[in-house]
């Protein structure tokens, strides 16, 4: 069996390699890397995990809460005590509690946003973050080792491991719940009385941010709650072509603005009153500006390569350190457990903050964009306008290009370099930066990312323009570039 671990874990289709037997091969390998002393010493923790606990969650995908009892078997099966979720719960709320149980690994059953024929697993550390690439790398070395030697999985009888205490069903959303209180002050979002409709996009964050704004006096509709593995035919991907319904809510009156997750609850994604999508770029950008000006916090900013430069003039204004990362909130968690940083996001919606696990969480972002709302005391359509008036205007749009034929990453990377262009939409070139793919940056701040996948025939083309002719003649490089590759 051919398994590879990406930057966020293993994703396959359901019923072809994503099936019990290989989960089972796949869990055992985990078992045997985690109970390696590689894994225990891995990260530096405040506290040095329990090396035989595991935490294991499922998300709302078909199968999903069976392949995750059959994880657990398999742990328990090796020792392990195992704590696995009630029911589907969001992936940040598993990451939490890995950390808050003093766990040594957590797997999270999902295929995030991916398509709904897909599920996967989320492998995390005991910092909550996402397993570091040296540990995916020791899972494969174990999985290849065990297939060489005819060793196959071990398998406890499930209400075996019950009874012996070996799997105890546990709900990891109250102690999530009270931790999210540290980070939010629920008093201004109490004061503002929002009417808020979140699209849980029939992910496993349904039901999580209207159960902690119970109280507050909003009036929080939710939609697209219900189970449905199939997601409605839609990806869960909190991306404005996938946000028809959210609109149509608000524009019914359902809300004053719009949240939305993803398939399990790491991502987010927003609506203004007007219907108009709010990207993660922008909320990223207003919650650097809110716990900058209004919290008075500091600390240092991480952003990926493939995100607004809006937090950059942002962060210069403030005085803050800009990192800037390959693609992968992976590269954001390695700074968020080495130094002080205030935020760190990636362009796909995974953003934390500072006093959180180093983990993207849709929920908290979704949580602090009504605590912005309701402290500024203006609709989000204008917060969204006073923030481009200081740093934009910043328009961005993003192509996947499919190629022909797969392309050598490494050899389109240097030719993308070699052929770097002087000047697109009249604007000339000012630096070239190669951590992931090939990023020009114009004069004006305009820039356009290109990146080969390493894995499909496919050219990604990111543009960030501070006009829209800017951005279309960016991705029209792009085009030319994907279009002369015969």
Known sequence: MTVSFGTDGWRAVISDTFTFHNLRLVTQAIADA??????????????????????????TRFLSDRYAKDVARVLAANGFTVFLTQSDAPTPAISYSVKNLNAVAGVMITASHNAPRYNGVKLKSGCGNSASPEQCRKIEVYLNDNEAQGRGPNLMDYEKALELGLITRFNPIPSYHEHLRKLINFDIIAN???????D????????????????????VHEIRGEMNPGFGGVHPEPIGKYLGTLAGAICTGMGSFGLATDGDADRIGAMDERGNFVDPHKIMALALKYLVEKRGLTGSVVRTISTTRMIDRLAKKYGLTLHETPVGFNHIADYMMKEDVLIG???????????HIPEGDGILMGLLLVEIVSD???????????LLDEVGPAFYERSDLRL?????????????????????????????????GVKYIFADDSWLLIRPSGTEPVLRVYAEGRSREMVKAMLKFGEDIATSIS
């Open 34 to 59: 985690a109970a390696s002393e590689f894994w225990s010493y891995s990260h530096s923790l405040e506290n040095e995990p329990d090396a035989k606990k595991m935490v294991v969650g499922f998300d």
């Open 192 to 198: 503002g009385k929002q009417r808020i409709v979140v």
């Open 200 to 219: 849980s996009m029939y992910g496993s964050g349904r039901g999580v941010i209207q159960g902690i704004l119970n109280g507050t006096g909003c009036e």
């Open 345 to 355: 996001g990636e362009e796909s919606g995974g953003i934390s903050f500072k006093g």
């Open 376 to 386: 500024a005391g203006v609709t989000l359509h204008e917060l969204v306008n006073n």
């Open 404 to 436: 022909k034929h797969p392309v050598a990453k490494d050899k389109m990377v240097m030719r993308l370099e070699q052929e770097a262009p002087a000047v697109i939409g009249g604007e000339s070139l000012k630096e070239v930066v190669t951590i992931d």
